[in-house]
């Protein structure tokens, strides 16, 4: 625990927002965190004494432990994820929007008493490596231990968060409470005027860890709009070309069930042999114009909340690695042979399992083992594949960056934007179909510009207009790519293999980013000679990889008319320079 010193250090409009919120919640007690390992053993001892955490075997899985939340509280609710300003237009057609005035009264008498009884946490955090320009801080309150544990995690937490807090102007607030668990009041408010965040009646992590999507995107994003920097839903990749002496970084956007975590975490084919793939970060950039020009990045967090269904040995094999130690694992399956994480796409199913309600399960039952949406939080810092660079106060260059979504048909399997303003048109122009794990209808093209549609803090017109306006500040911008994994054949199947086998995509960027290669130009871009694609070790027909690449006039003309459709809904928010891009590439595409 902070000592008092070090709390009386931190700014008064703290320290009075702390008892304003425990005179409101009528806690009885206030824990002022401090990050370290022996409180770190306190709280994850006080849950497994009261029998909300499982340990699981030591020797397998050091320090790891499991938690099941209730039925009803499993994933963001985003129709009850809301920006809260004083008129909608601000927070756009795309956001769900309450005046910030009824909703500050709607959650302050929801808070009213919430933790009576229960203790009051503060928890210190720091967005970013430490002494950087670019870092941001935060304090969250919250009456869950399991989410100051998941904080730990995830960012630079406790001692470490309240030097930079000193030396920052600005502080983001959170406050959070379980609350109790209903569903009908359960709320994640966003004021992004009073850079405050308020939620309830949760303890999902993307609901309750509102350091996550809450703070790092759409608070971050309305303050990098008034700042003049990007707040993006990308991972950051760091990828080595050992013959040439040379690093090269790139961030991508894909929106769920597209593969950016896999990407983020690739392991380049056993024949890439002058290659190294690391990983900056896999879901969060922060994207700065340095002071040479350059179009720079950070990670602003320190650890992992990915999606432990699916992932394994073909998928993802080296985020396993990272598992084995310091890890919460949240409605996975437990195997109670030898006291162990399972989960759908690990491994063979044994025998018998308890599934993530806690309910005994065998192969042959007919629901999932694990919850399709259950979690691993695991620290950065023990990924054996990450990138040093993801402390660098300075951020890395961006080499790269790559748009794309899950399509069955029509979208190439990697095309390259002719200029950078076009890159901004392709990032707004993303789509992807849906996935039996998001809805009950599978296949439906559904917009999700720059995969930000869910976590834009602000009018998504003006989330465009800010993308042109960086970009006229930038010297020498990155070359900007859209991919696509999932096309499928006339019967179905996919026709890439996708996985590692990407990383062959991800080396033909890198030829074009050093001007080794040429490309063929279509109406859209920019794509590859198919002899420039390194497929050495791949069996793949010809015919095949041509129709990754075959171009569909008429099928353009209609993906092109229906995300014009999408982008009226913002009206007279939607840019000029957008408009431009866009008339430009439907001319191009008509008079092909």
Not at 21 to 26: E, G, S, V, Y
Not at 304 to 319: D, K, M
Not at 359 to 385: D, I, M, V
């Amino acid at each position: 625990m902070l000592n008092n010193n070090e709390i009386n250090s931190l700014p008064d409009s703290l320290i009075l927002w702390v008892d304003e919120i425990k005179k409101r919640t009528k806690s009885d007690k206030v824990y002022w965190c401090d990050g370290s390992d022996k409180e770190n053993k306190e709280l994850t001892d006080l849950l497994t004494t009261e029998g909300k955490w499982i340990k699981l075997n030591e020797n397998e899985y050091q320090n790891c432990y499991l938690y099941r939340t209730p039925k009803n509280d499993v994933a963001r609710v985003e129709d009850r994820t809301l920006i809260c300003t004083d008129n909608a237009e601000e927070a756009g057609p795309t956001n769900r929007w309450m005046k910030k005035e009824k909703a500050l009264k709607m959650m302050w008498k929801l808070f009213n008493g919430v933790m009576k009884k229960r203790t009051m946490y503060v928890i210190p955090y720091l967005m970013g490596p430490e002494n950087s320009d670019f870092s941001q801080v935060g304090v969250e309150i919250t009456d869950s231990a399991y989410v100051v544990i998941n904080m730990r995690i995830l960012t630079r937490m406790g001692r470490i968060a309240v030097k930079e807090i000193k030396n920052k102007e600005r502080y983001v607030r959170a406050l959070h409470s379980t609350g109790d668990l209903s569903l009908e009041n359960r709320y994640i408010c966003h004021f992004p005027d009073e850079r405050l965040l308020m939620s309830i009646n949760t303890e999902y992590g993307g609901n309750a860890v509102l350091s996550k999507k809450p703070h790092a995107l759409r608070i971050a994003s309305t303050i990098a709009r008034d700042e003049g920097w990007l707040a993006e839903h990308m991972f950051l990749l760091e990828v080595e070309n050992k013959k040439r002496n040379k690093n090269y970084y790139i961030s991508g956007a894909l929106p769920s069930a597209s593969g950016k975590t896999n990407l983020a975490m690739i392991k380049p084919p056993a024949n890439f042999n002058d290659f190294k793939a690391r990983t900056v970060g896999d879901d969060i950039s922060w994207l700065f114009v340095g002071k040479d020009g350059e179009l720079r990045g950070i990670n602003p967090e320190n650890g992992f909340f990915g999606v432990a269904y699916g992932t394994g040995p073909s998928s993802n094999p080296n985020i396993l690695q990272s598992l084995k130690k310091n890890t919460v694992f949240t409605n996975v399956a437990l195997n109670p042979k030898n006291n162990t994480p399972w989960w759908e796409g690990l491994s063979e199913p044994p025998e018998t399992l308890y599934d993530w309600t806690g309910t005994e399960w065998h192969p042959w039952s007919k629901k999932n083992a694990a919850h399709k949406n259950s979690r691993f939080t695991t620290p950065l810092k023990q990924y054996p594949f990450k990138s040093e660079a993801y402390k660098d106060p300075r951020g890395v260059k961006l080499s790269a960056t790559l748009f794309g979504g899950r399509r069955s048909s029509l979208i190439p399997l990697v095309y390259e934007a002719k200029t950078f303003e076009q890159g901004i048109l392709l990032g707004a122009m993303t789509r992807a179909e849906t996935t039996a794990a998001q809805s009950g209808s599978t296949g439906v093209v559904r917009s999700d510009p720059m995969s930000m549609l869910a976590f834009c803090g602000y009018n998504m017109g003006d989330y465009f207009k800010h993308w042109f306006d960086v970009a006229k500040k930038v010297k020498r911008p990155p070359k900007v790519f859209n991919v696509n994994w999932f096309r499928k054949d006339e019967k179905g199947n996919y026709i890439w293999p996708g996985f590692g086998e990407n990383f062959r995509v991800l080396k033909w960027m890198i030829d074009r980013i050093d001007g080794k290669v040429n490309a063929v130009e279509l109406p859209i871009g920019f794509i590859p000679n198919i002899d420039d694609l390194d497929l050495k070790g791949l069996v793949l027909e010809k015919e095949k990889l041509n129709e990754l690449f075959y171009f569909d006039k008429q099928g353009w003309l209609k993906e092109l008319n229906e995300v014009k459709i999408f982008f009226k809904k913002f009206g007279k928010h939607i840019p000029d320079e957008l408009w431009d891009e866009f008339n430009k590439m439907y001319k191009n595409v008509n008079e092909y």
